[in-house]
């Protein structure tokens, strides 16, 4: 089995072109070629084959191309196709892709012999056969060529050096002349060529190419040649070189830092960056927001790794972020970095190309730390890097480096909050084990306000030792207020205050991202999805897309879930404080009507056949979003619950009692059906407190109808029939006949679950006589098996058989699918009352694999235990143990305590 990506995409089977099918379909199988034995996310996958607009159905037809390419290749051996943790990962030995053979035979020809890194060399060059991934035109595909191409002329060119210093002079004036043509400005390319040149005795040609390369880079760039460039020159004028000069060796890292706890991954991130560094110029990135401790991690890695360089450390603080003060330009830095090595100041040139090549040239060949710390983005650092590879830099930034990612291969190590021991260990190193230990319930409330952040542990913990705060205990209770907190976390130095650290990050942003950034914190919910952002800001999903790349790439928000943005507590409050409130309470609304409407969508889904209730318009601004069947709907309720939970919270807050109930409503069948009967309770408390200050009769006796039959699930029926009386009292006063139906059939519920039948049958005739009078076919289907429930719990089985059957009827033509399962289960029993326990069986089988189909765990719950029942009368004890089982694990998920304990008994018995 071989698998080719260096050209068009191919596998072989013992030499047979195997065919790969449609171009996106070889684009899934290069995606995982290229991370091969790593799993590719399911979500990065998408977007390498489809980009920014992936089709409706894309994870079914990635499902398919991978099933496909499975069959295609299921003949060969040595591969292996998995779904792993969230993704898929391809499994095969590297050596059999050529990428990573070309990879490994590269490695192995930079510490090689000369002579044998040319046959090194030569092999791997030999694997290219044209353009990589030349026949896939997507976004990720010209991303992976442009890196890879640069790839390939950076390994040509240590060919060329290899083949130089063999002699082997002719051959690289060919190989040369022709890749100039490609790479006109290419310094270290044309060196290569004039020296190819001069060795081979054409002196004067090796001239005129040096003086057409320094035209060029004037014309086309305004620089003069590099000092490696300038150095070819010398030599060819000079028959020899002057004596290196003796250097410093300076010491300029900062003290490493007291108390520094756990980071023990990242630490070994930036070491296994810089062991596998095979290369070019070693680039590790610490990036992650203000305050997570980047210069910490750096200081502490350098100190703990000052034996690998002996030539010196230099360090600089680039000032990227710091509150009052401009971002520090790469002349004053450079200026001040030579001067560390030595350079007299007569010797410094004033303009930045000069001192570019003198840095350079004086750092080359020295193995040294550059330790660029606070960085603002990848152009203020490009003109800091060496320019040989015996140079290693480290850089910290609240930037995510991008430029230096693509264009010098810096590999990025991100820095992300501290977790609950490395928290711990962090305050106890700072106040000391007696008194964390002594003060154990405020130490965690203290650790969980600084939620996971350096810096502001930090502080905290300072507050303690000076004497700010007392004690832990005193602390903690200041903290526990969100709108002092940052106060408390005030220092009043500039270079240690979370305020400022987050202000200066927020001053960073332009405009445009700055107003997403401080909208963020308006949204009450945990994370925010980019529909919701866009309702949010009231900006179309593009632009608001592009807004929150900046953001994130400033380390203000993350994704700790692809394409759901998060903010971290504390910059939450900063946010908060930075918006208007007329923004904040225009931004709320927006986002309000977007919940609101997608989840009524989103409901009729769920249950087509579900009465709607009548709301305002959205607002201008508000674009809801419209989801395709009932998996989109259950996926998305599944997503948002606790956003929806938290915007009903807020509206109910800020006076939008509309949107409080409504929400409440909208969020009930989905409840209903998972078995939320603990957070369905809790959303209608908030929809009762919303609809009685709203003043509508209607709303409110919709409010306390369902709060009535979420206390009747959790079994606290005295309680539930109060509300539903308060409910059938308010429809009554209101003159709502369909809301009075309503209130009696709620009643029929819960007098049942009380035990009352006669209460319970005498409230599904009245539900049963309104509804026969108007047009509502699934309520009239629903209260005919209502009454035919009642009646075979008052034991008159004849007429309960008839009206259950005819209740099945009515919902098989309407195709009401809840109202089939549920008819199911009043057949089953009444089979079992009437003793034929082989037709009981059948009828809770048909109710409960209905309540599977249509995804209605909670639904199917008292059905499967009645199924329980029916095999142990039929005789089945095997069967009934595992209905009852299935049963007892569902209410336990359900939290319905006291029924849990029913089923428990029935297996001790049995």
Known sequence: MSFAVLGEVVAQVDGTVI???????????????????????????????????????????????????????????????????????????????????????????????????????????????????????????????????????AVRLDHHDVQLRRGRHTEVVTATTSLLDEHLLDERLAG??????????????????????????????????????????????????????????????????????????????VTKVFDRHTGGVFIGAVIGPGGVGKTWLALQWAHVNLAHFPDGQLYANLRGYTKGEQPATPSSVLRALVQGLGVPGSAIPSDLDGLVALYRSTIADRRMLLVLDNARD???????????????VLITSRDRLTGLVTTHRARPVPLGLLNSDESKALLTEALGRDQVAAEPEAAAVVATHAAGLPLAMSILAARVLTGSSHSLTELAGELRDTSTRLDVMETGDMTADLRTVFES??????????????????????????????????????EVRARLRV???????????????????????????????????????????????????????????????????????????????????????????????????????????????????????????????????????????????????????????YLGLTLAQLRSHREAVEHLHRSLALATEAVDTLGT??????????????????????????????????????????????????????????????HCEQALAEHRTIDCQSGIASAWDSLGYIAMKQGDTAASVRYYEEAVGQYEKIGSPGLSTE??????????????????????????ELYRSQRRTADADRVEELLNRR
Not at 64 to 88: F, N, V
Not at 232 to 260: C, M
Not at 597 to 616: M, Q, S, V
């Open 863 to 888: 059905s499967r235990r009645q199924l329980g029942n029916a095999y142990a009368a039929a005789g089945d004890l095997d069967a009934a143990r595992k209905a009852w089982l299935t049963a007892l």
């Open 192 to 269: 290569q060529h004039v020296l190819a040149l001069y060795r081979c005795g054409r002196q004067a040609e090796a001239l005129r190419a040096y003086e057409r390369i320094r035209r060029m880079l004037a014309d086309e760039l305004g620089v003069g040649p590099g000092p490696e460039l300038a150095e070819v020159y010398q030599r060819i004028l000079r028959t020899e070189t002057s004596p290196e000069p003796r250097h410093s060796v300076p010491r300029q890292l900062p003290p490493a830092p007291n108390g520094f706890v756990g980071r023990d991954r990242e630490l070994a991130s």
């Open 741 to 802: 139906a309503h209130s009696h059939y709620a009643l029929t519920q819960s007098y049942e679950l009380l035990g009352d039948s006669a209460t319970a049958l005498r409230h599904a005739r009245e539900t049963h006589r309104i509804y026969q009078d108007l047009d509502l076919p699934v309520e009239r289907a629903h209260a005919t098996n209502a009454l035919g429930w009642c009646l075979a719990r008052t034991g008159d089985l004849v007429a309960a058989r008839a």
């Open 505 to 542: 990050s927020y001053h960073a942003l332009s405009t445009e991202a700055a107003f997403v950034f401080r909208l963020l914190g308006v949204s009450p919910g945990p994370d925010l999805a980019l529909d919701a952002a866009a309702n949010l800001t009231g900006l179309p999903l593009r």
């Open 19 to 153: 065919d790969l099918g449609p171009a996106r379909q070889r684009t899934a199988l290069a995606a995982l070629l290229l991370d091969v034995n790593e799993v590719v996310p399911t979500a990065q996958l998408r977007w390498r084959i489809w980009g920014e607009r992936p089709p409706l159905r894309a994870a079914n037809t990635l499902r398919t191309y991978l099933a496909r390419l499975r069959s295609a290749l299921r003949h060969a051996d040595g591969w292996a196709l998995e779904h792993r943790g969230g993704g898929y990962v391809l499994r095969t030995d590297p050596s059999a892709v050529d990428l990573h053979r070309f990879r490994q035979l590269v490695t192995a020809a930079r510490t090689a012999p000369d002579e044998e890194a040319a046959q090194l060399f030569g092999t791997a060059l030999a694997l290219w056969r044209g353009d990589p991934l030349s026949t896939l035109d997507t976004e990720w595909g010209a991303d992976v060529r442009t890196v890879l191409r640069a790839e390939h002329l």
């Open 551 to 705: 953001v994130e790439s400033a380390h203000l928000t993350s994704q700790e879930v692809q394409g759901r943005y998060r903010l971290h507590d504390l910059i939450r409050l900063y946010c908060r404080e930075a918006v208007d409130g007329h923004e904040a309470g225009e931004a709320l609304g927006r986002l309000a009507d977007f919940y609101l409407h997608t989840a009524l969508g989103a409901d009729h889904l769920l249950d087509p056949h579900r009465p709607k209730i009548t709301t305002a318009a959205p607002r201008a601004g508000c674009v809801p979003t419209v989801l395709s069947d009932e998996a989109a709907a259950t996926r998305w309720f599944t997503a948002e619950l606790p956003n929806l939970v938290a915007i009903q919270r807020a509206a109910a807050e800020h006076g939008l009692h509309e949107h409080a109930w409504q929400l409440a409503w909208a969020m009930h069948n989905f409840h209903r059906k998972n078995g939320n009967f603990h957070e369905n309770h809790d959303t209608w408390q908030v929809g009762l407190a919303a609809a009685t200050a709203s003043g509508s009769l209607p709303a409110r006796s919709l409010a306390h109808r």
């Open 378 to 392: 990848s152009a203020q650092v490009a003109d800091l890097l060496p320019g040989t590879p015996s140079t290693a």
